[in-house]
């Protein structure tokens, strides 16, 4: 977990922020993994419930597939989106609003320290850089900046999620969108942006669990999924769902 | 004047205390004196003496009569002091334990606290006592004792006389069928956790038979070893071959749940070495879901009241069962839970406080699982049972579940690959060392019970799944 400074031009950025013209050093804490292709993911702070779960199911499903989850470390969907990365182990970046010596908001803490230590943490700003409203304006910059195309989950008209699409239109992006209901307020604006052209996302793909049908003992499935904890995992919730049953070390699956 | 002394006893939780009796009498006013702290019970002693003497034809000394308890300090409750007294007054001093009740036709009793006192005297070294006619089980548990059995008084007078034998044991109740359980995965959690001693929680929609489940556990526990069986005698004052099974209810009080300093054991006491079931685990009061905590750690709960302080024994095997959300039906594979996401992270919350992680298994039942039947359920438990007590034999644990988790590292050996997955698993997924621990436990049973001498990866994930129910539960929450 260190702190480093990163000028635009630096190599890991694979020439993202030189394409957005930006000459501002960042200011970076965790681990400096490889940065290949990356998705943003914004959204209100005051998601539905239907939102939130949107967003950490779409996390885990880019994260799994090898994406670097980039999101604003706020309340709601960017919260959820982060914890959804790291819920299969994925990588994400958390972009924050102020120097990396305070926070905002506080509910999110226990979370940021979580991706200090699994994923990284980047910033405009000083550390003793305090939050301002027109500084999250310009998170939102970096977040289109650092995504190689972003998803707006739910956001109501006047977003900042919003604001982010912008940008990343701006920067010549692609920007999908979460369909919801009509009627809900927290939904209009990525509604409207549907209307206005970016790709409704419509299905979320079950990752590998064709992949899982095939194993038919313990080892076979440690070995498709990687690790003995997502393997573990995977077996708790077909087995509570009852999908699979366990005999010693032999997966039977039950025909529903 | 003539002291007479005899012996008897109380019992202070599970402790012995023995009481010195010193009976004399003398000149003056006719009256018969009690001294000692003696309660109802035993100063109503009086009036069962005189008659019993009377049936055999004798009749109490004249005059001013005292029977002294030593040490006088402590209060004597019970009235199995009875025959002690009456065997001082026939026969005089005794260097045997004189325990039982007499009636008024000078018949001679037992009563559930003169047992406990006759088997905890016997486990703190008497040998020696006299008593009344006791089973044939309960001689049992005490090979080395000598015995003196009376079934009247008038058997104190004759020492050549016929002596009467030991009652037949009382009958071995049927326990309900363990294969009554449906679900095969759910019977092999049960398996587990009476194999290995870990405690379960048994979560699932209403009516999908988790209460079932938790009554048939005791099917698979192996019998009571003999001492184990002192032990409960000690306890409880009753005796009988299958294991403690207790039934609480969410209703409980403190003091019912853990006993009070007034000599009354409470449901974990008298579960010891046997199932304790809380049914609906999270309506339980908070002080009683707190106070579980030191119990599980200490296997003793401690009870104080004014200058009284008992301890009494509680090694369970803690069955809890609960439902996911106030309502009941989250993660029905139909029904839609109505409750809040936050009801339901407050519900949920409960079990994930400082008892419930002393629960190792979690399993969802489901109500059409599909059933197999289990070999020789019980007799697998039994051969994992002596596997575990041999390898830990002289570190004060025989069963993977009971080892905490400091020594979990120390007492149970893992292959380097199996380390090294573990290592990866604390490092990428943020494992927590206590959880780590949990899962090294687990798989260590669950290979136990597949025959393995080695831990593999296979038996880690499977004991993980035990770990991951309540994380897929959150991750239903809407």
């Known amino acids: 977990m260190t702190v480093f400074e990163l000028q635009p031009d630096d190599p890991w950025f694979g020439g993202r922020l030189l394409r957005a013209s930006v000459s501002r050093p960042i200011y970076a804490k965790g681990i400096r993994f490889a940065l290949q292709k990356t998705v943003g993911l914004v959204g209100t702070r005051h998601p539905s419930p239907y939102g939130a779960k949107v967003a950490y199911d779409l996390a885990r499903y880019y994260a799994s597939l090898g994406y670097v989850v980039v999101s604003g470390l706020a309340f709601g969907i960017d919260e959820k989106a982060h914890e959804g990365a790291l819920s299969v182990g994925g990588l994400t970046i958390g972009v924050l609003g102020h120097g990396l010596g305070a926070h905002y908001p506080r509910a999110t803490l226990e979370l940021r320290k979580l991706i200090e230590s699994q994923g990284l943490v980047v910033t405009w700003y000083a550390h003793q850089v305090p939050p301002r409203k027109a500084f999250f304006r310009e998170r939102n910059m970096l977040i289109a900046a650092l995504s190689d195309f972003l998803i707006v989950v739910e956001a109501p008209e006047k977003s900042g999620a919003l604001v982010t699409a912008d940008f990343a239109l701006s920067l010549g992006k692609d920007v999908k969108a979460v369909p919801a209901d009509i009627d809900r307020l927290s939904a209009r604006g990525s509604n409207r942006l549907i209307v206005e052209g970016a790709e409704p996302i419509i299905d979320i793909p079950d990752v590998g669990a064709e992949n899982w049908k095939q194993c038919r003992t313990v080892e076979e499935l440690v070995a498709e999924v990687g690790d003995f904890v997502e393997a573990g995992r995977i077996i708790a919730e077909l087995q509570s769902t009852g999908k699979v049953q366990l005999n010693g070390n032999m997966i039977e699956w039950l025909t529903t | ?478």
């Open chain 2, 1 to 478: 004047m003539e002291i007479v002394k005899v012996w008897s006893g109380l019992t202070y939780g599970d402790a012995f205390m023995p009481v010195e009796m010193q009976l004399t009498y003398g000149p003056g006013l006719p009256v018969f004196h009690m001294v000692g702290m003696v309660t109802e019970s035993t100063e109503e002693a009086k009036e069962r003496v005189r008659y019993a003497l009377k049936s055999i034809g004798r009749s109490m000394p004249q005059g001013r009569v005292v029977v002294a308890f030593l040490p006088s300090e402590l209060t004597k409750s019970g009235s199995h002091f009875d025959l002690a007294i009456v065997y001082g007054f026939v026969k005089g001093s005794s260097d045997r334990l004189i325990v039982g009740e007499v009636a008024l036709d000078g018949s001679v009793r037992t009563t559930q606290h003169s047992l406990r006192v006759i088997a905890s005297a016997y486990r703190s070294g008497w040998r020696k006592f006299i008593c009344p006619v006791l089973p044939q089980d309960v001689v049992g548990v005490m090979p080395e004792a000598d015995f003196f059995m009376v079934e009247h008084v008038q058997q104190l007078l004759s020492d050549s006389g016929e002596k009467p034998s030991p009652t037949s044991s009382s009958d071995v109740p049927a326990l309900d069928a363990f294969e009554d359980v449906q679900g095969f995965g759910l019977k092999q959690a049960a398996l587990t956790a009476a194999a290995g001693w870990h405690h379960l929680l048994l979560m699932g929609n209403p009516g999908v038979g988790k209460t079932m489940v938790a009554e048939r556990m005791n099917a698979v526990m192996p019998e009571l070893d003999n001492s184990e069986r002192l032990d409960v005698l000690c306890t409880t004052g009753t005796l009988s071959a299958v294991r403690p099974y207790r039934f609480t209810s969410w209703t409980s009080t403190p003091a019912g749940f853990f006993g009070s300093a007034k000599g009354v054991a409470g449901e974990v006491t008298l579960a010891h070495d046997g199932i304790l079931v809380m049914d609906e685990f999270p309506q339980y009061r908070k002080d009683i879901l707190e106070g579980l905590r030191t119990v599980m750690d200490t296997n003793s709960v401690i009870s104080s009241y004014g200058n009284q302080r008992i301890v009494w024994p509680a090694r369970f095997l803690l069955v809890a069962t609960s439902n996911p959300c106030p309502c009941g039906f989250l993660g029905h594979p139909k029904k839609v839970c109505k409750d809040s996401p936050y009801q339901v992270q407050r519900y949920l919350g409960r079990l994930s406080g400082p008892v419930a992680d002393r629960i190792d298994l979690h399993y969802w039942v489901k109500a059409d699982e599909p059933d197999a039947k289990l070999d020789k359920p019980r007799d697998r438990v039994l051969e994992v049972w002596h596997r575990q007590r041999e390898r830990w034999q002289g570190t004060g644990f025989s069963h993977a579940g009971q080892i905490p988790g400091d020594r979990v590292d120390e007492l149970i050996s893992v292959s380097p690959t199996v380390r090294a997955a573990l290592e990866n698993a604390v490092e990428k997924h943020g494992l927590s060392k206590r959880e780590k621990h949990k899962i090294i436990r687990i798989s260590r049973t669950i290979a136990d019970l597949e025959g393995h001498v080695d831990i593999t990866v296979a038996h880690l994930v499977q004991a993980l799944s035990y770990r991951m129910v309540l994380p897929w539960l959150r991750s239903l929450i809407q």
